[in-house]
C-alpha cells in the first residue's frame, strides 16, 4: 500500500494537544506519513509555548488524502483571514479524501468555506461562533458528515484521531492504536465539559477566557459577512433566505 | 507567587504524547514554568517523527518543583543506562516537591533508583518488568505514593497531569483545566486495555511490539542485576531477602 499522506496545518498559538493527540494516533500505522505545515519551515511557538518544527510548506506540500486544522488561541484569528492559508486549505480540499479539524480549527475551515451547509463541532465555547458561521453545529464530540470529520475541544483530538482511522482502514486498526496508547481514560474530576463542571469552575474559566473569546467574536463576525451571513447585535445566527 | 518550575525530560525516541498531554495541563496556569530537558538544546526526534526543541540543559535547568520523566521507544533503553541522565534525575530529585513518570518513564526513574520501595504504575506491556526493578507495580492509570506520582500508559499523561495539579494547586484549579481542555472522553472503542480488547486486537499489538517488549527486557535484567534484583530465567521477580 502507497503511504496515506496525512496534513496538519500549524501556526503560531496553535493548541499543541489540537495536534498532538491526533498526531499520535495518525503515526502509529506504518502506512501513514504526517505532515506538519506552515508557510516556511522555520519553527513555531504554540499558545502554549512549545516549538514546533514544520516539515513541509504549503508549496512542498504533497497532495493529501487527509487534511486537519487544529484550533488555537489568539493566533487562530490571522488563519481566519489570510487568503494564504485559506487558499491552500481549499485547493488541498478538492482532492482529499478527509476534510477534518480538532477543537476552533473548524472555524478555521468555516472561514475557508469549507463547513456551510455541513454538520461539525468545536470546542464548547465557540460552537455560537462557529454557528454563526453557517456551519450546522452538533453539540458532540466528534462529528462525522459526508467526508467531513470534525473534534470538539482539544483532548477529544484522540476521540477525532481514532474515529478517522477506523473510517481510513478499519476498526481493528483503530483498536490496535488504543491500545498502543492505553487509552482507557479514567478523569480525576468530571468538570469537562460546562454541564458537568460546577458553576464557580465555569464562571473562572469564562473570566479567564472572555477576551479570546470576545476577539474571535469580532473575526467571526467579520468574517460571516464576507459570506453575506446576517449576524444581529446579539451575536445570534439569522441565515439568508 | 513565584513560578512553578516543572520540567519534562526529553530524548531521542520519547514518545510525543507521553509529554504533550501532561504538557498541555501543566503549562495551563499562569503561574507555571514548564521545560523540555535535554543534554542540549539541539532538537530531538521523537518515536513518532515529531522534532521537539529541548528549552534547558541538564546543566541549565533550574532546581525543579517536578520532574517528570516519559517514556520512550527504543530510544528509551539508553536513558536506562546514562549515567549523566540517571545522575541528573537523582540530583534532582532529592529537592523536588513531586517526581513523577508518564508511561515507561517509570522505568527510567527505576533505573536511577528513585522508585524502589514506592508503589508505581507503567504502561500495561511494561508492569511485570518494573516489577523486575524493585518497584510494587499497581495496575491502575495513576499511582500517588507520598512525593512519587506516575501515569499508565501514553494517554494517561492527561490523567496523570490532572491529578497532579490538583495536588499541587487544589481541585478547583485542575478542574478548570480539564474544563478547558474539554476532557470530557468519549472512546469510540472499548480497546484501550488489554482486559477490554478483543483477543485479536491485543495479539496483533502483541505481536507488533514483541522486539521491542524483548529489547526492553535485556536491559531491564541488566538493570535489575545492578541493584542486586534476582530475575529468574522466566523474568519473574525474586527479591532478596
Not at 81 to 92: A, M, S
Not at 113 to 129: E, I, P, S
Given at each position: 500500500m502507497s503511504e496515506l499522506q496525512i496534513g496538519f496545518l500549524v501556526y503560531p498559538g496553535v493548541i499543541q494537544l489540537d495536534v498532538m493527540g491526533a498526531f499520535q494516533v495518525l503515526s502509529f500505522p506504518a502506512c501513514t506519513q504526517v505532515h506538519l505545515i506552515w508557510k516556511t519551515l522555520n519553527p513555531i511557538v504554540s499558545n502554549e509555548g512549545l516549538t514546533i518544527a514544520p516539515t513541509v510548506t504549503l508549496s512542498t506540500c504533497p497532495p493529501l488524502d487527509v487534511i486537519c486544522v487544529p484550533g488555537g488561541g489568539i493566533g487562530q484569528i490571522e488563519m481566519m483571514k489570510d487568503p494564504e492559508i485559506l487558499n491552500f486549505l481549499r485547493q488541498q480540499s478538492k482532492s482529499t479524501q478527509f476534510v477534518t479539524s480538532v477543537c476552533t480549527g473548524s472555524m478555521i475551515l468555516a472561514a475557508a468555506g469549507l463547513l456551510q451547509g455541513y454538520q461539525a463541532t468545536c470546542h464548547w465555547a465557540f460552537r455560537d461562533q462557529l454557528a454563526m458561521l453557517g456551519v450546522e453545529v452538533l453539540p458532540q464530540r466528534v462529528v462525522i458528515d459526508r467526508n467531513r470529520v470534525t473534534g470538539a475541544g482539544v483532548t477529544s483530538g484522540i476521540d477525532f484521531g481514532l474515529t478517522l482511522l477506523g473510517l481510513l482502514f478499519d476498526e481493528e486498526m483503530a483498536q490496535i492504536t488504543q491500545?498502543?496508547?492505553?487509552?482507557?481514560?479514567?478523569?480525576?474530576?468530571?468538570?469537562?465539559?460546562?454541564?458537568?463542571?460546577?458553576?464557580?469552575?465555569?464562571?473562572?474559566l469564562l473570566q479567564f477566557g472572555q477576551p479570546l473569546i470576545d476577539t474571535f467574536l469580532t473575526q467571526t463576525r467579520e468574517t460571516a459577512q464576507k459570506f453575506n451571513l446576517n449576524v444581529d447585535s446579539e451575536g445570534a445566527l439569522l441565515l439568508e433566505q
Amino acid at each position: 500500500m502507497s503511504e496515506l499522506q496525512i496534513g496538519f496545518l500549524v501556526y503560531p498559538g496553535v493548541i499543541q494537544l489540537d495536534v498532538m493527540g491526533a498526531f499520535q494516533v495518525l503515526s502509529f500505522p506504518a502506512c501513514t506519513q504526517v505532515h506538519l505545515i506552515w508557510k516556511t519551515l522555520n519553527p513555531i511557538v504554540s499558545n502554549e509555548g512549545l516549538t514546533i518544527a514544520p516539515t513541509v510548506t504549503l508549496s512542498t506540500c504533497p497532495p493529501l488524502d487527509v487534511i486537519c486544522v487544529p484550533g488555537g488561541g489568539i493566533g487562530q484569528i490571522e488563519m481566519m483571514k489570510d487568503p494564504e492559508i485559506l487558499n491552500f486549505l481549499r485547493q488541498q480540499s478538492k482532492s482529499t479524501q478527509f476534510v477534518t479539524s480538532v477543537c476552533t480549527g473548524s472555524m478555521i475551515l468555516a472561514a475557508a468555506g469549507l463547513l456551510q451547509g455541513y454538520q461539525a463541532t468545536c470546542h464548547w465555547a465557540f460552537r455560537d461562533q462557529l454557528a454563526m458561521l453557517g456551519v450546522e453545529v452538533l453539540p458532540q464530540r466528534v462529528v462525522i458528515d459526508r467526508n467531513r470529520v470534525t473534534g470538539a475541544g482539544v483532548t477529544s483530538g484522540i476521540d477525532f484521531g481514532l474515529t478517522l482511522l477506523g473510517l481510513l482502514f478499519d476498526e481493528e486498526m483503530a483498536q490496535i492504536t488504543q491500545l498502543m496508547m492505553e487509552y482507557a481514560p479514567v478523569p480525576p474530576f468530571n468538570a469537562g465539559t460546562p454541564e458537568t463542571a460546577s458553576k464557580e469552575v465555569v464562571a473562572s474559566l469564562l473570566q479567564f477566557g472572555q477576551p479570546l473569546i470576545d476577539t474571535f467574536l469580532t473575526q467571526t463576525r467579520e468574517t460571516a459577512q464576507k459570506f453575506n451571513l446576517n449576524v444581529d447585535s446579539e451575536g445570534a445566527l439569522l441565515l439568508e433566505q
